[in-house]
């Protein structure tokens, strides 16, 4: 008799073993973030088994294609009608394929390449021991000064990982803002902030000052990180979910079925109030908004400047992405409760960001607070709750990435005896000795001001323009006062450069080989033509800024 019973016992716990659904994931239409991580584990690979000397050559190559590809891969999807018409949730409810996804998608995507080209800049600083140097220490698990960095520069290593490393954070930031519930946001952001937490930390001039920077961007981004998860958990209790679309419509009303182990919490404003503000917290943390933004200044001037760059571009598209779905999927039906707080981080986040900028005398600081500035510019456009507020930002994103990528190439070129001259006083008369370079620099600094016939004006144009639709015009007053102010630090370093008198012991401008070249390049000429000629980018954007549920 025991018997028949451990056979009945065994044949219906066997019953529904059939029963699994095998995951269906549409590979296609996550092809940009599959090639860029693909590549990534290649990179790693590189590192293994190539020799020394082949690595760089490789891994520039490798990075390059890659990022060619996915963005190829983007254009593909988006000529398919995935922006539009065929927009969809893919990977079992993980991944959101529609237009703002794949805009910003093809946004970081362009601005990484024109990034990769400043990471693979060798010809900055004079040679050592016969070979070509670039801006990351030749072997960063060694201490700084010590006797084994010394051997390492001797015999020519370079830190060749930088490469693996940016296309992983890559990755992250292609998924972040196409995350479409709350588990994917947060692997997302673990993705591409781990491997930046590193970069920042291997520069190889003030190497101390590039380690401090990365510590204090890895505590406070564990912070922020925590905030993000312990907000999610608040609003898994509150919903009974993590998918986007569910949780959206508990805080709509419209479920009706209550899962019963969740009947105590499920509904509970409270956790539904604290949850979503943590969750902001997490992400107006990587955004730079005040009050979270107190990592911004010291790390962009600590990290290797190539870095500063790629992380004050891509991580804020991503960032800022990932921001909007969350405030128009998630959590239209609360947007009386987050839009007045909104106004609060969007009004001192562009008065504080303009204002402490006027004191700075470090042209990466006074940067990184210009970056502060334009978070509260963009925030503002975030605030339009409107299609238009929607497609402003992603225009904004476009254009502002572009500038503070070339902006931080040409600071790259200005260089004395202890590497990069970053502190103001020695870019006095700068345009007498030479030219191009400051009337370049003058080109960025000008956008970032919002000048007519540059991509500032365009982009603060259009985000004013949405906010004073969306019943934000008191915010578009603040906002122009801010750019006021903002304009006075941006025209007093082009004075400093164009009339000062230049010093006699002032820092030399490197010649960069073709790659900084390229990167300043395509950020002039995409300030231009999208200050002069903007309306394709703009019906772009517009035709981009509906988010699909």
């Given at each position: 008799?025991?018997?028949?019973?451990?056979?009945?016992?065994?044949?219906?716990?066997?019953?529904?073993?059939?029963?699994?659904?095998?995951?269906?994931?549409?590979?296609?239409?996550?092809?940009?973030?599959?090639?860029?991580?693909?590549?990534?584990?290649?990179?790693?690979?590189?590192?293994?088994?190539?020799?020394?000397?082949?690595?760089?050559?490789?891994?520039?190559?490798?990075?390059?294609?890659?990022?060619?590809?996915?963005?190829?891969?983007?254009?593909?999807?988006?000529?398919g009608?995935y922006?539009?018409?065929?927009?969809?949730?893919?990977?079992?409810?993980?991944?959101?394929?529609?237009?703002?996804?794949?805009?910003?998608?093809?946004?970081?995507?362009l601005?990484?390449?024109v990034a990769?080209?400043?990471?693979?800049?060798?010809?900055?600083?004079?040679?050592?021991?016969?070979?070509?140097?670039?801006?990351?220490?030749?072997?960063?698990?060694?201490?700084?000064?010590?006797?084994?960095?010394?051997?390492?520069?001797?015999a020519?290593?370079?830190?060749?990982?930088v490469?693996?490393?940016a296309?992983?954070?890559?990755?992250?930031?292609?998924?972040?803002?196409?995350?479409?519930?709350?588990?994917?946001?947060?692997?997302?952001?673990e993705?591409?902030?781990l491997?930046l937490?590193?970069?920042?930390?291997?520069?190889?001039?003030?190497?101390?000052?590039?380690q401090?920077?990365a510590?204090?961007?890895?505590?406070?981004?564990?912070?922020?990180?925590?905030?993000?998860?312990?907000?999610?958990?608040?609003?898994?209790?509150?919903?009974?979910?993590?998918?986007?679309?569910?949780?959206?419509?508990?805080?709509?009303?419209?479920?009706r079925?209550?899962d019963?182990?969740?009947?105590?919490?499920?509904?509970?404003?409270?956790?539904?109030?604290?949850?979503?503000?943590?969750?902001?917290?997490?992400?107006?943390?990587k955004?730079?908004?005040?009050?979270f933004?107190?990592?911004?200044?010291d790390?962009?001037?600590?990290?290797?400047t190539?870095v500063?760059g790629?992380?004050?571009?891509?991580?804020?598209?991503?960032?800022?992405g990932?921001?909007?779905?969350?405030?128009?999927v998630?959590?239209?039906?609360?947007?009386?409760?987050?839009?007045p707080?909104?106004?609060?981080?969007?009004i001192i986040?562009?008065?504080?960001?303009a204002?402490?900028?006027?004191?700075?005398?470090d042209?990466?600081?006074?940067?990184?607070?210009s970056?502060?500035?334009h978070?509260?510019?963009?925030?503002?456009?975030?605030?339009?709750?409107t299609?238009?507020?929607?497609?402003?930002?992603?225009?904004?994103?476009g254009?502002?990435?572009?500038?503070?990528?070339g902006?931080?190439?040409?600071?790259?070129l200005?260089?004395?005896?202890?590497?990069?001259?970053?502190?103001?006083?020695?870019?006095?008369?700068?345009?007498?000795?030479?030219?191009?370079?400051?009337?370049?620099?003058?080109v960025?600094?000008?956008?970032?001001?919002?000048?007519?016939?540059?991509?500032?004006?365009?982009?603060?144009?259009?985000?004013?323009?949405?906010?004073?639709?969306?019943?934000?015009?008191?915010?578009?007053?603040?906002?122009?006062?801010?750019?006021?102010?903002?304009?006075?630090?941006?025209?007093?370093?082009?004075?400093?450069?164009?009339?000062?008198?230049?010093?006699?012991?002032?820092?030399?401008v490197a010649?960069?080989?073709?790659?900084?070249?390229?990167?300043?390049?395509?950020?002039?000429?995409?300030?231009?033509?999208?200050g002069?000629?903007?309306?394709y980018?703009?019906?772009l954007?517009?035709?981009?800024?509906?988010?699909?549920?």
């Open positions: 008799m025991s018997t028949t019973v451990v056979h009945s016992l065994w044949t219906t716990a066997a019953e529904p073993i059939d029963k699994i659904p095998a995951p269906s994931v549409e590979y296609a239409q996550l092809a940009p973030a599959l090639i860029v991580v693909g590549a990534a584990v290649v990179g790693v690979l590189v590192e293994a088994f190539v020799p020394r000397k082949a690595r760089y050559h490789v891994q520039v190559f490798l990075t390059v294609l890659a990022l060619i590809a996915a963005f190829a891969a983007v254009v593909g999807l988006a000529a009608g922006g539009t018409t065929k927009a969809h949730i893919a990977a079992m409810g993980a991944i959101a394929v529609d237009g703002p996804a794949l805009f910003l998608q093809g946004t970081i995507l601005a990484s390449l990769v080209f400043t990471f693979a800049e060798r010809r900055l600083d004079p040679e050592a021991h016969g070979n070509r140097i670039d801006s990351f220490a030749a072997q960063a698990a060694s201490v700084p000064g010590s006797d084994s960095e010394k051997a390492a520069v001797k020519g290593f370079t830190t060749t990982e490469f693996p490393l296309l992983f954070a890559i990755t992250g930031m292609l998924v972040f803002p196409a995350a479409n519930d709350l588990l994917t946001l947060f692997v997302a952001l993705v591409f902030s491997p937490y590193l970069l920042c930390a291997v520069a190889r001039r003030k190497r101390l000052m590039s401090e920077a510590v204090k961007y890895f505590l406070l981004g564990a912070f922020s990180s925590a905030f993000l998860l312990f907000g999610i958990a608040l609003l898994y209790g509150y919903a009974g979910s993590v998918s986007y679309a569910k949780i959206a419509d508990v805080v709509d009303g419209s479920v079925t209550i019963p182990a969740l009947a105590d919490t499920m509904g509970n404003d409270a956790l539904l109030l604290i949850g979503g503000a943590m969750i902001l917290a997490g992400l107006l943390f955004v730079g908004a005040v009050p933004h107190m990592w911004t200044p790390v962009y001037q600590g990290a290797p190539p500063t790629f992380m004050a571009a891509a991580t804020k598209v991503a960032a800022f990932a921001l909007l779905r969350l405030l128009y998630v959590l239209p039906g609360l947007s009386w409760d987050w839009r707080v909104m106004w609060a981080i969007a986040t562009m008065l504080g960001g204002i402490v900028a006027i004191t700075q005398t042209i990466k600081r006074l940067l990184a607070y970056s502060i500035a978070a509260g510019f963009i925030l503002a456009g975030v605030i339009a709750t299609p238009d507020g929607v497609s402003s930002v992603l225009f904004y994103l254009a502002y990435s572009f500038v503070t990528i902006a931080f190439a040409v600071v790259t200005v260089r004395d005896a202890g590497g990069e001259a970053t502190h103001l006083s020695k870019w006095a008369g700068l345009g007498r000795r030479s030219p191009l370079v400051a009337a370049v620099f003058a960025f600094l000008l956008a970032f001001a919002g000048i007519p016939l540059t991509s500032g004006f365009t982009g603060k144009f259009a985000v004013f323009k949405a906010a004073a639709e969306g019943g934000a015009g008191v915010l578009v007053v603040i906002g122009v006062i801010s750019s006021a102010i903002a304009a006075f630090f941006y025209i007093r370093v082009i004075v400093l450069m164009f009339f000062s008198e230049p010093k006699a012991d002032g820092p030399t010649v960069p080989s073709p790659l900084t070249m390229t990167t300043i390049g395509v950020g002039v000429a995409v300030t231009l033509v999208l002069v000629a903007p309306q980018f703009l019906d954007a517009s035709q981009a800024s509906v988010f699909v549920r």
